[in-house]
């Protein structure tokens, strides 16, 4: 999920952007909560993007203070509804205190085995693409003979324990992708809604799985008809 449209919905209310984010929170909350209840087994969350760094220093330091916030309330009811938490992203990046508070939620969900509940953070698809070139590049200087290819590629993508997503949601109906996922989303469905993330709920999730349960994907082949 591509969650956009924190900063219109505040400003639509003349409110502060961080009452956006705030709100954009509760909407998290629906969305896990949602399919966890619905068997869904993977949900990625583009939290926070590398791009995001270039946002005035208070803001950015809020979103951090928000993050934290979720981690050590949420912990609780992740546990209690069996969903396991990951990370994806260049991670040694973000502040220290942030580090820690995700290295405990880490920790403290790791035996669940519900949904897989993944965070993008300080994430771009570019720069993911270029560590696992370098990891490969690393390994070839000890082995010459290893094989460069898309399986040996994905082997080194952050996202290397998931499989590839099936949908990708993006809300406030800007169409495109965000350097989220380049590599992993080649044949996702694509599902775009005008609303707003913070007015996102459970029905819009419903009418996404609907819409997506409905196409027919072909993956380069023919259809059926």
């Given at each position: 999920?591509?969650?956009?449209?924190?900063?219109?919905?505040?400003?639509?209310?003349?409110?502060?952007?961080?009452?956006?984010?705030?709100?954009?929170?509760?909407?998290?909350?629906?969305?896990?909560e949602?399919?966890?209840?619905?068997?869904?087994?993977?949900?990625?969350?583009?939290?926070?993007?590398?791009?995001?760094?270039?946002?005035?220093?208070?803001?950015?330091?809020?979103?951090?203070?928000?993050?934290?916030?979720?981690?050590?309330?949420?912990?609780a009811?992740?546990?209690?509804?069996?969903?396991?938490?990951?990370?994806?992203?260049?991670?040694?990046?973000?502040?220290?205190?942030?580090?820690?508070?995700?290295?405990?939620?880490?920790?403290?969900?790791?035996?669940n085995?519900?949904?897989?509940?993944?965070?993008?953070?300080?994430?771009?698809?570019?720069?993911?693409?270029?560590?696992?070139?370098?990891?490969?590049?690393?390994?070839?200087?000890?082995?010459?003979?290893?094989?460069?290819?898309?399986?040996?590629?994905?082997?080194?993508?952050?996202?290397?324990?998931?499989?590839?997503?099936?949908l990708?949601?993006?809300?406030?109906?800007?169409?495109?992708?965000?350097?989220?996922?380049?590599?992993?989303?080649?044949?996702?469905?694509?599902?775009?809604?005008?609303?707003?993330?913070?007015?996102?709920?459970?029905?819009?999730?419903?009418?996404?799985?609907?819409?997506?349960?409905?196409?027919?994907?072909?993956?380069?082949?023919?259809?059926?008809?």
């Amino acid at each position: 999920m591509i969650m956009d449209g924190n900063g219109r919905w505040a400003k639509r209310r003349r409110l502060p952007r961080i009452a956006g984010h705030r709100a954009g929170i509760r909407a998290v909350r629906q969305a896990v909560e949602a399919c966890a209840r619905l068997g869904v087994p993977y949900l990625t969350l583009y939290a926070f993007s590398a791009e995001n760094w270039k946002r005035p220093h208070t803001e950015i330091k809020l979103l951090m203070d928000l993050l934290r916030e979720y981690l050590k309330k949420e912990i609780a009811e992740l546990n209690k509804q069996n969903i396991r938490l990951g990370v994806i992203g260049r991670i040694s990046e973000l502040p220290k205190p942030v580090q820690r508070d995700l290295e405990i939620a880490l920790e403290n969900t790791r035996q669940n085995t519900g949904l897989r509940l993944t965070l993008a953070l300080n994430y771009g698809a570019r720069a993911e693409m270029v560590d696992a070139v370098r990891a490969l590049a690393e390994k070839l200087r000890g082995n010459g003979s290893l094989a460069i290819d898309e399986a040996s590629l994905s082997q080194h993508l952050y996202t290397r324990e998931l499989p590839d997503p099936d949908l990708l949601i993006r809300t406030s109906g800007e169409m495109r992708v965000s350097n989220f996922l380049l590599w992993q989303i080649a044949y996702a469905e694509i599902w775009v809604t005008e609303t707003l993330w913070p007015d996102f709920t459970q029905n819009d999730l419903f009418q996404a799985i609907i819409d997506y349960q409905r196409r027919e994907r072909r993956y380069g082949g023919l259809g059926l008809g």
